[in-house]
T-cell receptor
C-alpha cells in the first residue's frame, strides 16, 4: 500500500462548480499535512496547510480526519485558473519536514 | 518571500556523462534540503535528505553512488547524477526547509528537467 494515495482524476468540472478531493495516508503517526498545487511542468506550490480543526482560505477548505486517516480539499466556485494538479503531502515522522507526496489529482475547469 | 533557486532549469546530456544540479536558498539559511524526482504523471518521490556539513540520507532504493549529494554550505546543495542513462531522464526538484521545526516552511526550487539521450 502506498503511504499517500489520491484519486488521479481527472476531474472535469464547469466554472462555478464545487469539487472535493480526498487523500488517504497509511502512517497513523503522521504529524503534518499539506495541499500543494502543481501546474504542468512546474514545481509544486503550497496551497495550504491542513489543521486538525479544519481550515479555510477563501474558496478553499481543508479538513483532516485522523481516525480515518484522510485529508480533504474542497474548492468552491471553481475558476478556470484552478485547473492544475493538486498534491497532498504528509510528514510521516515529525522529524525533519520530510514530505511524502500523493500522485496528485488533476482538475480541469471548463467554461 | 523566501526563494529557492535551482540551476539549470533543463539539461540534455549524452548517456554516460555526469550532470550537476544546484539548489540555492537565496535569502535564508537552510540546514536541511530535500531532493525529489518526478516522472511524468507520477508523484514527487523523495530521493534524499541533505544536511549541511554531513552525509545525505538516502531513501530506500536510491543509489547513493549514482546520485551524489553535497551540502557544503547553508545555502547550497548539489545533486550530481553520475553516469546518466536514459532511465534517469526525469524532473528533479529540490526543496529547502526554512527553520528547524518539523513544520517549518518548505520552499521548492523551480526544478530541473533532465533528458539523457
Amino acid at each position: 500500500r502506498k503511504e499517500v494515495e489520491q484519486d488521479p482524476g481527472p476531474f472535469n468540472v464547469p466554472e462555478g462548480a464545487t469539487v472535493a478531493f480526498n487523500c488517504t495516508y497509511s502512517n497513523s503517526a503522521s504529524q503534518s499535512f499539506f495541499w500543494y498545487r502543481q501546474d504542468c511542468r512546474k514545481e509544486p506550490k503550497l496551497l495550504m496547510s491542513v489543521y486538525s480543526s479544519g481550515n479555510e482560505d477563501g474558496r478553499f477548505t481543508a479538513q483532516l480526519n485522523r481516525a480515518s486517516q484522510y485529508i480533504s480539499l474542497l474548492i468552491r466556485d471553481s475558476k478556470l485558473s484552478d485547473s492544475a494538479t493538486y498534491l497532498c503531502a504528509v510528514n510521516p515522522s515529525g522529524g525533519y519536514n520530510k514530505l511524502i507526496f500523493g500522485a496528485g489529482t488533476r482538475l480541469a475547469v471548463h467554461p | 518571500g523566501a526563494v529557492v533557486s535551482q540551476h539549470p532549469s533543463w539539461v540534455i546530456c549524452k548517456s554516460g556523462t555526469s550532470v550537476k544540479i544546484e539548489c540555492r536558498s537565496l535569502d535564508f539559511q537552510a540546514t536541511t534540503m530535500f531532493w525529489y524526482r518526478q516522472f511524468p504523471k507520477q508523484s514527487l518521490m523523495l530521493m534524499a535528505t541533505s544536511n549541511e556539513g554531513s552525509k545525505a540520507t538516502y531513501e530506500q532504493g536510491v543509489e547513493k553512488d549514482k546520485f551524489l549529494i553535497n551540502h557544503a554550505s547553508l545555502t547550497l546543495s548539489t545533486l550530481t547524477v553520475t553516469s546518466a542513462h536514459p532511465e534517469d531522464s526525469s524532473f528533479y526538484i529540490c526543496s529547502a526547509q526554512q527553520g528547524a521545526r518539523y513544520n517549518s516552511p518548505l520552499h521548492f526550487g523551480n526544478g530541473t528537467r533532465l533528458t539523457v539521450t
